[in-house]
């Protein structure tokens, strides 16, 4: 079946630090990719999304490129800053079942 | 605010207490989940309905029952808890299509004593 498979946390950076979570996927077909961003005490929120093989999602300063031939949705941050500590989800959806599989997250910890 | 509103934001509740969580959304989507996010299992999908109709049950046990009246509302009955329930539970809606993202509530943390 569908899953995402994404880095382990926690992960903790100096603010300003450039920013990698890698996010690797297996699909039967092809997928629509995301990245949603949970901060604390919050729901999850849409961060960025890519619907199509080498599409860049962008938003808030990260970005991540849908690579098909790595089956991969690498999230990246030129300089993080204390307020993007949170917990990072990648995630795709096919389109059938109405479902999303979603990885285990990402913990993200940034010191002032 | 997402467009997704969840009630309660807490609860606590005694192992023989029933009690139910709410969801609603009024962005005219198709598809409503039910996660569940521990320490344990970060994000865990329970239930999806979609036009009103259950489209996915996760083997959840039956101490959870899910109820959807209309595309906008869709509730979580509990009964019979046990602690290890206590989590956040998040309820999402989307289109149900694959280009679209799920909309997500600011969840009701339950904890079961």
């Known amino acids: 079946g569908d899953s995402v498979t994404q880095m382990e946390g926690p992960v903790t950076l100096s603010e300003e630090a450039f920013l990698t979570i890698n996010c690797t996927y297996t699909?039967?077909?092809?997928?629509?990719l995301f990245w949603y961003v949970q901060y604390p005490g919050e729901g999850l929120q849409l961060l960025l999304k890519?619907?199509?093989?080498?599409d860049k999602g962008s938003n808030k300063g990260f970005e991540a490129t849908y690579r098909k031939e790595t089956t991969s949705f690498h999230l990246e941050k030129g300089s993080v800053q204390v307020s993007d500590s949170a917990v990072y989800f990648c995630?795709?959806?096919?389109?059938?079942?109405?479902?999303?599989?979603f990885g285990k997250g990402t913990r993200l910890h940034i010191l002032p | 605010e997402t467009g997704v509103t969840q009630t309660p934001r807490h609860l606590v509740m005694g192992m023989t207490n029933k009690k139910s969580l709410k969801c609603e959304q009024h962005?005219?989507?198709?598809?409503m989940y039910w996660y569940k996010q521990s320490a344990k299992k970060p994000l865990e999908l329970m239930f999806v309905?979609?036009?009103?109709?259950?489209?996915e049950n996760n083997s959840v046990p039956s101490r959870f029952s899910p109820e959807c009246p209309n595309s906008s509302h869709l509730f979580l009955h509990l009964h019979t808890l046990q602690p290890e329930d206590s989590a956040l539970y998040l309820c999402?809606?989307?289109?149900?299509?694959?280009?679209?993202?799920?909309?997500f509530g600011q969840g009701t943390r339950l904890t079961v004593v």
């Open positions: 962005l005219g989507h198709n598809a």
């Open positions: 309905y979609n036009f009103k109709e259950q489209t």
């Open positions: 999402a809606s989307s289109q149900g299509d694959r280009d679209t993202e799920a909309f």
């Open positions: 890519a619907t199509k093989a080498d």
């Open positions: 995630a795709l959806s096919e389109g059938r079942d109405d479902k999303i599989i």
């Open positions: 699909a039967t077909g092809y997928p629509s």
